[in-house]
């Protein structure tokens, strides 16, 4: 399979518009597709400030930026991942959205395009088996939030029961021209990562519901305790709230041991519409010249 060229990226949150600017750096022709125009706008908006910041810090040349963002075209309209070498879905985490996608890109698409899943914690298998090419089907999880997603290290990779070994490769080498660590994964519900991560953050959930700590002291001391970069809570508003709570009940399911419960207090969250930094309070509160939240972990 001859080496990607251009890429298609579905869905302008932080995975999607991370990923859209690593292919851009990297020499790639990239479309960023969001059927919604404020989404898209948020993010050209964001990818354009992150390469500054690069070029800012020395890390890159303004050229290089200017010509980044000259290889980044946003748009509404799907058939214009006609021509896509790749293309890698980074929707909501739900199985029948993702697998209506996969559905229509598997018609418009050309014959020789791999279909990547950015999923958190769906079986490939499952998705693959929408399409009509089931061979050309993979999942690439590259481990991106928002401006950070160049100097995450991690690409994550699984193969569905189909995936051919063409596939991978490609995939596989997509990943070492961006410079990646990867790793591989059998398809089971959640993976490496995340069968892993979620249930620490859930725990942390726990702790703060059953008043263990405050959630200052449950990130401080995950932070200095264990070196982490961020505290569970902190990002689990990062990530998404709902987000997290939808990966555990895949977990829940698709393991179908209860210690993968979600914890109350995430499920009420994610009900009452407090779902992270994306909407402006989840754990902590992000709206400017607002007052820490006070209110009892319980709600």
């Not at 020499?27 to 059927?35: A, E, K, R």
């Not at 189909?162 to 995939?171: L, Q, R, V």
Request: glycine share 8%; with cysteine; charged share 20%.
């Amino acid at each position: 399979m001859a080496e990607a060229k251009s890429l298609g990226v579905v869905g302008s949150g932080q995975m999607g518009s991370g990923i859209a600017q690593l292919g851009a750096m990297h020499g790639l022709h990239v479309w960023l597709l969001d059927t919604d125009p404020t989404a898209l706008c948020r993010a050209n908006k964001s990818i354009s400030s992150s390469l500054q910041r690069f070029v800012s810090k020395g890390q890159i040349s303004q050229a290089a930026c200017t010509e980044a963002l000259g290889r980044l075209k946003y748009t509404s309209n799907i058939d214009e991942l006609r021509s896509a070498d790749f293309i890698v879905e980074a929707i909501v985490e739900s199985e029948d959205v993702k697998k209506k996608l996969f559905i229509e890109l598997d018609k418009i698409t050309k014959s020789s395009a791999i279909l990547a899943s950015n999923t958190s914690s769906i079986s490939i298998t499952r998705l693959a088996s929408a399409t009509s090419r089931p061979c050309q089907v993979i999942f690439s999880h590259w481990n991106a939030f928002h401006e950070s997603s160049p100097i995450m290290k991690l690409v994550e990779i699984v193969r569905g029961a189909d995936t051919s070994d063409e596939t991978f490769h490609a995939t596989k080498a997509l990943a070492e021209r961006f410079h990646k660590t990867i790793i591989c994964s059998q398809d089971y519900s959640g993976f490496i990562v995340n069968r892993i991560l979620m249930p620490m953050i859930n725990e942390a959930f726990f702790t703060l519901y059953t008043g263990v700590a405050t959630k200052e002291d449950i990130d401080t001391g995950m932070k200095f305790g264990t070196n982490h970069p961020m505290g569970p809570l902190e990002l689990a508003d990062f990530i998404g709230l709902d987000v997290c709570l939808s990966i555990m009940k895949v977990l829940h399911a698709g393991l179908g041991d209860s210690k993968y419960a979600s914890c109350p207090l995430l499920v009420q969250y994610v009900d009452a519409g407090r779902v992270g930094r994306k909407c402006g309070v989840g754990v902590y509160d992000y709206r400017k010249g607002s007052e820490p939240i006070k209110a009892s972990p319980r709600l």
